[in-house]
């Protein structure tokens, strides 16, 4: 006589449910990271940016800010920092940004935005520049830019 | 001539007192092997079944014993500015395929008109699909190769000039390429893998548009190419296309399609359907393909089918086949990937062609 058998035996479950927990925290591990990184303008800058007009002036898929004006983005050297804009602001990874920016990079000789050495670097180049647009931790903010995200 | 131009490129970067030279690269290191098939003969006088097709425009087949030559590659790039919006571009490919000759894939001027506009003229790849104008860069996808029952066709280079739209619509970004130019290909490399004797090609009066669109998960490009087509043996100079019977100078073919990609949390869909339409002379074929990957992490595992089929009025002889493929990249960190990828090619042809094939490949992207 055929027995039935659990397609999951208990110790196959405990494996699989500790696997799963291991997964999510491998997916949720990005999230984890500081999550104090704005992102600024020059003072004079009076465009409505959204985080989906801040991903497409960093992905390169437009050059402008809403409303028209020419964009000069400005990346970070550091892969903590850039690691944390991409996540918490272009909802995406590093990995995934450069691989779009190969993309461009290699199809029609566009250029990603220039990346600068450290947060001081960033403000003084947007308070400098009035098309500029850049991120760096809240606490290096000064009054000579913008904060248009928190 | 090619490879003056390109010379002259980096010469007047070289040269230059003012503006600024960047330059950056890829490279592909790929190995495979076909496991088996179902054909024991050879396919035309240049390769032994059972094998497997890999890159119909670079005529890369795998065969029966280990081969790093097939689709290895590395690629150069340069770009000098003379102006913040006046630049010059060159990218030269070599392929383990060619023996590791250098062929100028890219070399153009670009000005950039307006923060919307971009105009520019030289040499291209020709965006025939997605992937196409930047299949060489195996680092920019999650597959080893993009489905050949899709990207497959004997033109892969175009000289002309474009014009570059991109913009916002309504929160969608909107970027759109209007391009024309011709291609003369000599001792074409797709050629081989159909016909024994070399073979020149020449597309001509090609004229073509697409249109990408991208809002948050969501990317849909559409695309439509027409040129003229012209073929010739290369070793006794008979014409091919038209047939010699015919009283044209060229036949006209069309191109259109439609691809629709979605990444969203952490799952990759893509897909494209594709019309390759030659029917006034010869056949009308009908490609798509559906990639389906999730990310675990630094893995990306996928799985992909895709099928391709002709009508033909005009002969008999039919191709057609399907493709699986179950691939997994793994990102080693921000700039390389190593990718396994095995194949499950079924030939369901009308006439004799290569036959049924599996195929297992390793291979090694990095950009720099």
């Known amino acids: 006589m055929l027995t039935s058998k659990p397609f999951l035996t208990p110790s196959l479950r405990q494996a699989l449910s500790a696997m799963g927990l291991t997964l999510l925290g491998v997916l949720a591990a990005p999230h984890a990271a500081r999550a104090d990184i704005v992102v600024i303008v020059h003072p004079s800058n009076t465009s409505a940016i959204d985080d989906p007009a801040i991903s497409k002036l960093f992905l390169g898929q437009l050059k402008t800010f809403p409303g028209g004006a020419a964009a000069t983005p400005v990346d970070q050297k550091s892969a903590e920092a850039s690691g944390e804009f991409h996540t918490k602001v ?31 670097a960033v403000v003084q180049f947007v308070s400098t520049t009035p098309d500029a647009i850049g991120y760096v931790q809240a606490a290096k903010v000064t009054n000579k830019v913008k904060v248009i995200r928190k | 001539m090619r490879s003056m131009l390109m010379l002259g490129l980096l010469g007047l970067s070289a040269h230059a007192m003012a503006g600024e030279f960047t330059y950056s690269g890829f490279a592909t290191v790929a190995v495979g092997k076909v496991l088996g098939g179902s054909n024991n003969a050879p396919l035309n006088t240049h390769f032994d079944c059972p094998c497997y097709i890999a890159d119909y425009g670079q005529g890369a087949v795998y065969e029966r014993e280990w081969s790093l030559g097939q689709e290895s590659k590395v690629g150069v790039q340069g770009t000098y500015k003379f102006t913040p919006s006046l630049s ?58 993009p489905p050949i029952d899709l990207y497959g066709w004997e033109i892969v280079n175009y000289n002309g000039v474009n014009a570059t739209y991109r913009g916002d619509w309504g929160g969608w970004s909107a970027k759109s390429n209007l391009f024309t130019g011709r291609e003369d290909s000599k001792k074409n490399r797709y050629s081989k893998i159909y016909v024994d004797n070399a073979q020149d090609v020449t597309w001509k009066g090609i004229m073509g548009a697409d249109l990408e669109l991208t809002r948050n998960w969501l990317t849909l490009r559409f ?24 009283d044209k100078t060229a036949e006209r073919q069309d191109i259109y399609g439609v691809a ?32 389906t990957g999730y990310r675990v992490g630094d893995f990306i595992p996928s799985v992909t089918y895709s099928r391709y089929g002709e009508h033909n009025s005009h002969s008999p002889d039919i191709q057609r086949d399907e493709g699986l493929a179950l691939t997994v990249r793994y990102d080693i960190n921000d700039t390389s990937d190593i990718k396994v990828q095995f194949d499950r090619f079924r030939d369901r042809s009308t006439y004799d062609f290569v036959g049924n094939a599996k195929q297992i490949t390793v291979s090694y992207d990095t950009v720099f």
Not at chain 1, 93 to 120: C, M, N, Y
Not at chain 2, 230 to 241: K, M
């Open chain 2, 223 to 246: 695309n439509y190419i027409t040129s003229k087509v012209q073929q010739w043996d290369h070793t006794d100079g008979s014409r091919v296309t038209p047939d010699p019977s015919s």
């Open chain 2, 88 to 145: 010059a571009t060159g990218q030269v490919v070599a392929r383990g395929v060619d023996g590791g000759k250098a062929d100028v894939e890219w070399a153009f001027l670009s000005y950039e008109a307006s923060p919307n506009w971009t105009l520019q003229a030289g040499r291209k790849r020709l965006p025939m699909y997605f992937f196409s104008d930047f299949q060489d860069v195996g680092y920019a996808y999650n597959w080893v190769r």
């Open chain 1, 90 to 120: 272009l909802n995406t990874s590093s990995k995934e940004v450069r691989k779009i920016w190969a993309r461009q990079v290699f199809t029609g000789g566009l250029r990603p935005p220039t990346a600068l050495d450290g947060d001081e």
């Open chain 2, 260 to 291: 629709m990609n979605i990444d969203y949390n952490n799952w990759l869909i893509r897909s494209e359907y594709s019309v390759f339409d030659r029917s006034g002379y010869s056949y009308r074929s009908r490609a798509f393909m559906v990639s």
